[in-house]
């Protein structure tokens, strides 16, 4: 990616489990944490990305995506999800404001979650918890239930 690079980041893959879900939604989520990562990368050091994730105990799958950007106030850990909700000025950070709105969205549709930690100039991790079991995705079904996958 040329803003990885441009950063002079580096993205780590630990180990991923298999997850049965929708190939292209679930790129569009790796790609809107990764460019979240970039966009709010801490200029005084390079910026480290890693994926990785586990089977949790209850039988669903835990994926993290961590990094070491400028981080924000744990106390607006939700807030980050809400669409067109800023925590910075668009002058400092460009952006839409939607991206983290619509990688949640994707991951509620799936039967899962998509939960923000951060500190303020630490970085931020992001825990995307799925079950075994895909979503079904119709629209016509607004409770969405759980098929084999």
Request: proline share 6%.
């Amino acid at each position: 990616d040329a803003k990885l690079s441009a950063c002079g980041g580096s993205v780590t893959l630990g180990t991923l489990p298999d997850i049965a879900a929708d190939r292209a939604q679930f790129r569009l989520v790796a790609e809107i944490l990764l460019d979240n990562a970039i966009q709010y990368a801490d200029a005084t050091r390079p910026l480290a990305v890693t994926f990785d994730g586990m089977e949790r105990p209850d039988g669903s799958v835990e994926i993290r995506i961590r990094d070491n950007g400028i981080g924000f106030d744990p106390d607006h850990g939700e807030r980050i999800f809400e669409p067109l909700v800023r925590l910075h000025s668009r002058d400092a950070y460009p952006g839409t404001g939607i991206g983290l709105a619509t990688a949640r969205k994707i991951a509620e549709r799936h039967g899962g979650q998509l939960i923000a930690q951060g500190e303020s100039g630490i970085g931020a991790t992001f825990t995307l918890i799925l079950p075994r079991q895909k979503a079904s995705l119709s629209q016509d079904d607004p409770k969405s239930t759980l098929q084999p996958g």
